[in-house]
C-alpha cells in the first residue's frame, strides 16, 4: 500500500527554500532594487571622477635642471622652475618648493629622470612623452588622500551592507512574529532551518553586492588608467570579501535572534541598538584613526572590527603574511560562537509573544 503524502523536506532543503524566499522578497522589492543600482553607479563615479582628477590637475610645479630642459614638451602647463643642477633641484624639492624635479641622468633609458618626495604627481608622468625613472628622497607607501579614500570605501560599504541586511532580517523576523506566519513556518521545517535560511539568502545577496561593487572598481581603475592604484588595492579588497563574509554571517545571526526577542516592529530598536552601534563603530574608526597603526592593528584582530581594520593594513602594509590568517581564525571562531548563541536565543523566543523576551530568559529558554 502506497502513501501518496509528500515526505517532510531534509534541513538542508529547509533552509534553502527558506533562503530562497529572502532573496526572492529582496529582488522583488523596488527599494532594495534602486538603492543597489545607485549604490553601484556612485561606486563608479568615484573611480571615474578620481581617475580624471588625477588626470586634470595642471599647474604642476617643477625643477628642471638646464641639461633636462629638452625634455620638458613645449605648450605643457607644468610650472617650471629652472635650476642650475641636481643638487637644488632636489633642495627645492625637499622644502616643499616643488612637488617634483626633472634631471638629467645618463644612466636612464630616456635620458633624463624625476626626483619627489614621497610620490611622483601623477600629471608630470602623464605630461611626458616618455615615462623616465622615478627617485623617491623620502618614499610613502600611500599619500594622505589616497589612504583616506580607501579608509571611506571600506568603511561605508561595511556598514551599508551590514546595516542594511542585517536590518532586513530584523524586520523580517519580527513581521513573521506579529502576522503569525512563523506558526505555520515552524511546523514544516525545524526553527534553525529557518535561522539558517535567513542569514543564507541574506548573505548571498550581501556577497553579491560585495563582488559587484570589487567589479566595478577593477574596471573602473583599469579603464581609468589607475592601474598602479589597482595593484595595490587587489589583495586588500581580496580579503575584505574574505573577511566580510564571515564577519556579515556573525552579524545576520545575532541581528535575527535580537528581532526573535521582541513582538513589534517598533521594539525593534530596543534589542538591535547594540549590534547598531558594532557595525557603525568600525566606519567611524576607520575614518579617524586610518593613520593611526595602534587603533588600526586592535581593529583588525576585533571581530567586528576585522573586515575593516585588517584589509586597511594591508594597503597600507602594516600587516605581516600571517595577520590576515590569524584574524581570520579568531573571527570565524567567533562566527561559530555567535551562530550557537544566537540559535538558542532564536529558538527560545520566537513563539513568545506580548513583551519583550529578556536575554537571561531566552539564553535559559
Avoid at 34 to 54: D, E, M, N
Wanted: with cysteine; glycine share 8%.
Amino acid at each position: 500500500m502506497h502513501s501518496d503524502a509528500p515526505s517532510a523536506p531534509t534541513t538542508a532543503q529547509s533552509i534553502w527554500l527558506v533562503a530562497e524566499r529572502e532573496i526572492g522578497s529582496k529582488l522583488r522589492s523596488k527599494a532594495f532594487v534602486i538603492s543597489t543600482v545607485i549604490l553601484f553607479l556612485g561606486a563608479l563615479a568615484l573611480v571615474i571622477w578620481g581617475g580624471i582628477s588625477a588626470g586634470n590637475d595642471s599647474g604642476t610645479p617643477v625643477a628642471v635642471t638646464s641639461d633636462a630642459a629638452q625634455y620638458v614638451p613645449d605648450g605643457s602647463t607644468l610650472d617650471v622652475t629652472d635650476v642650475a643642477d641636481r643638487a637644488e633641484a632636489e633642495q627645492l624639492v625637499t622644502d616643499g618648493d616643488v612637488d617634483a624635479a626633472i634631471v638629467a641622468d645618463p644612466s636612464s633609458p630616456v635620458g633624463f629622470s624625476v626626483i619627489a618626495e614621497s610620490d611622483a604627481p601623477t600629471q608630470l608622468l602623464l605630461t611626458l612623452a616618455q615615462v623616465p625613472p622615478v627617485e623617491l628622497l623620502d618614499p610613502d607607501p600611500t599619500n594622505e588622500a589616497l589612504r583616506y579614500l580607501v579608509a571611506i570605501g571600506f568603511g561605508v560599504v561595511f556598514l551599508l551592507a551590514a546595516s542594511l541586511f542585517g536590518g532586513t532580517i530584523a524586520q523580517s523576523v519580527v513581521e513573521e512574529k506579529q502576522t503569525r506566519v512563523v506558526e505555520l513556518l515552524i511546523s514544516a521545517i525545524p526553527t534553525r532551518a529557518l535561522l539558517a535560511g535567513k542569514v543564507v539568502g541574506n548573505t548571498i545577496l550581501a556577497m553579491g553586492q560585495i563582488l559587484v561593487l570589487a567589479a566595478v572598481a577593477i574596471i573602473g581603475l583599469t579603464v581609468t588608467g589607475q592601474g598602479e592604484i589597482l595593484q595595490g588595492l587587489g589583495a586588500p579588497i581580496a580579503w575584505f570579501a574574505v573577511f566580510f563574509f564571515f564577519g556579515f554571517i556573525l552579524l545576520a545571526s545575532l541581528f535575527a535572534a535580537a528581532a526573535a526577542m521582541v513582538s513589534r516592529q517598533e521594539d525593534i530598536g530596543s534589542t538591535t541598538t547594540p549590534l547598531t552601534m558594532l557595525v557603525m563603530a568600525p566606519y567611524f574608526l576607520v575614518i579617524f584613526f586610518n593613520d593611526n597603526p595602534t587603533v588600526l592593528a586592535i581593529m583588525s584582530y576585533v571581530p567586528f572590527s576585522a573586515p575593516v581594520g585588517m584589509p586597511m593594513r594591508l594597503y597600507l602594509g602594516e600587516a605581516q603574511w600571517w595577520e590576515p590568517i590569524l584574524s581570520l581564525a579568531i573571527l570565524i571562531a567567533t562566527c561559530v560562537a555567535a551562530i550557537l548563541i544566537g540559535a538558542k536565543i532564536y529558538e527560545n523566543s520566537l513563539l513568545r509573544m506580548g513583551a519583550r523576551v529578556k536575554l537571561r530568559e531566552a539564553l535559559r529558554g
